[in-house]
């Protein structure tokens, strides 16, 4: 499966950003996606994850009740909708998908496909 990410912009800090995931193919609703962030000078790290059929979420601490993953597996689409935004979500935010029929998961060493990143910058 091939991932593209796009959304990105230059925001001020309290607005919102969408973020999608364009995946090729026809299975998409065999991979649990996953986005994830790298900022300058720090490891690339968990955001949010989707179960196959959109049925169950994971997110990380410092975003939940501001972000929302979602899926519409008749577009082959993941989406990142960013509410309420830092100066500290500022990152290079990366789809990624699991490998096929895989669970549910917050670690990027079980995912198998990668997409080039979108970059988010919030200005405080």
């Known amino acids: 499966v091939q991932l593209q990410a796009s959304g990105g912009g230059l925001v001020q800090a309290g607005d919102s950003l969408r973020l999608s995931c364009a995946a090729s193919?026809?299975?998409?609703?065999?991979?649990?996606m996953g986005w994830f962030r790298q900022a300058p000078g720090k490891e690339r790290e968990f955001v949010a994850a989707?179960?196959?059929?959109?049925?169950?979420?994971l997110y990380a601490d410092s975003v939940r009740g501001r972000f929302t993953i979602s899926r519409d597996n008749a577009k082959n689409t993941v989406y990142l909708q960013m509410n309420s935004l830092k100066a500290e979500d500022t990152a290079v935010y990366s789809c990624?998908?699991?490998?096929?029929?895989?669970?549910?998961?917050?670690?990027?060493?079980?995912?198998?496909?990668w997409g080039q990143g979108t970059q988010v910058t919030v200005s405080s």
């Open positions: 990624a998908a699991a490998p096929p029929n895989y669970v549910i998961s917050s670690k990027k060493d079980e995912y198998a496909y």
């Open positions: 193919g026809r299975t998409f609703s065999s991979y649990a």
């Open positions: 989707i179960s196959r059929r959109g049925g169950s979420t």
